[in-house]
Nanobody, 129 residues
Framework: QVQLVESGGGLVQAGGSLRLSCAAS????????MGWFRQAPGKERELVGA????????YYPDSMKGRFTISRDNAKNSVYLQINSLKPEDAAVYYC??????????????????????WGQGTLVTVSS
């Protein structure tokens, strides 16, 4: 069983940058497409972006393009989320997720019939203005 553990969250000033990490233990993460999601208080969980098993291709919703970059290092069994030019509205709990299918990660927030194989516990990002 793969377990996902996020780290790197914290308090950051608006305009700053942050790099979140997600470390996988158990089975090799290269068997999974990986995604990052976030959920702010009182709001639905939303997709930040997702990457293929190799990391060769990455998908971002239009609302996330430009300031968010996902990368992965399969040799380290890890995936990363770089966030630049942080805004107060970026404050949320950020989760990484793993699923054999990239498509599942892309549609899970809009398709109730889709279930993701594995979620991390999340890491809190707070942005001060």
């Amino acid at each position: 069983q793969v377990q996902l553990v996020e780290s790197g969250g914290g308090l950051v000033q608006a305009g700053g940058s942050l790099r979140l990490s997600c470390a996988a233990s158990g089975r090799t993460v290269s068997n999974y497409a990986m995604g990052w999601f976030r959920q702010a208080p009182g709001k639905e969980r939303e997709l930040v972006g997702a990457t293929t098993r190799s990391g060769a291709s990455t998908y971002y919703p239009d609302s996330m393009k430009g300031r968010f970059t996902i990368s992965r290092d399969n040799a380290k069994n890890s995936v990363y989320l770089q966030i630049n030019s942080l805004k107060p509205e970026d404050a949320a709990v950020y989760y990484c997720a793993a699923d054999p299918k990239l498509h599942s990660l892309v549609v899970v927030t809009t398709d109730k019939d889709v279930h993701i194989e594995l979620w991390g516990q999340g890491t809190l990002v707070t942005v001060s203005s």
